[in-house]
């Protein structure tokens, strides 16, 4: 089965910096994927991990250890339409991923 | 362009009626999925088509009935549901379900809503 732990809730000030962590105990392990959701909106597709370390993508990063079980997203400058579920999502065995119950970030000014 | 195209956005159904989800995507993607999302809940793993042929089905009642006509389009056909299945309906789609770069793209979601 999968387990997947997320913070709940997280707030930050504008302009600073905010990691979300993700930890995860699985029986397979394809890949590791962060998602954004804004209220009312579709999941949207923010990164993808699958080797150990850091991807970057302008102001959002994303790291993994696998032998840790454990991934998290960075954001950087945050902007208040940053306010949203962030989705922590593993994909196990035969194309199934599995999503963590998300951190609402709240951005304020 | 990874746009995957759902209708109708919003659908309203009594427990007796027949109604259909539709989704749509001419990205070339060999896997095709439908989530449901209950309010602040993440979204829950209803099925998952790979080339076209269903591969997964996560225990879904029979009330939901998935159909797969063709690469591009997924349906999920609805009858006799109850209130407690109103919520918001995902459908997805990946470029191949055995890649390990296989990105899930979702679309804008159907409401549903059972009276």
């Known amino acids: 089965g999968q387990n997947i732990d997320q913070p709940t809730e997280m707030t930050a000030t504008e302009g600073a910096i905010v990691q979300i962590n993700c930890t995860y105990q699985t029986s397979g392990f394809n890949g590791l994927f962060w998602y954004q959701q804004h209220a009312g909106e579709a999941p949207t597709f923010l990164s993808y991990?699958?080797?150990?370390g850091l991807e970057e993508k302008g102001r959002f990063s994303s790291f993994l250890s696998r032998s840790k079980g454990y991934s998290y997203l960075l954001l950087k400058e945050l902007q208040m339409k940053d306010s949203a579920s962030y989705l922590c999502a593993v994909r196990g065995n035969a194309g199934k991923s599995t999503f963590g119950d998300g951190t609402t970030l709240t951005v304020k000014p | 362009d990874t746009e995957v195209t759902q209708t109708p956005k919003h659908l309203v159904m009594g427990m007796t009626n027949k109604k259909s989800l539709k989704c749509e995507q001419h990205?070339?993607?060999?896997?095709m999925y439908w989530y449901k999302q209950k309010a602040k809940k993440p979204p829950e793993l209803m099925f998952v088509y790979s080339y076209e042929k269903l591969s997964i089905n996560e225990s879904v009642p029979s009330r939901f009935s998935p159909e797969c006509p063709n690469s591009s389009l997924l349906n999920l056909h609805l009858h006799a549901l109850q209130p407690e299945d109103s919520a918001l309906y995902l459908c997805?789609?990946?470029?191949?379900?055995?890649?390990?770069?296989?990105?899930?793209?979702f679309g804008e979601g159907s409401w549903l809503t059972v009276v």
């Open positions: 990205m070339g993607h060999r896997a």
């Open positions: 991990n699958v080797l150990d």
């Open positions: 997805a789609s990946s470029q191949d379900p055995s890649s390990r770069r296989a990105t899930i793209y």
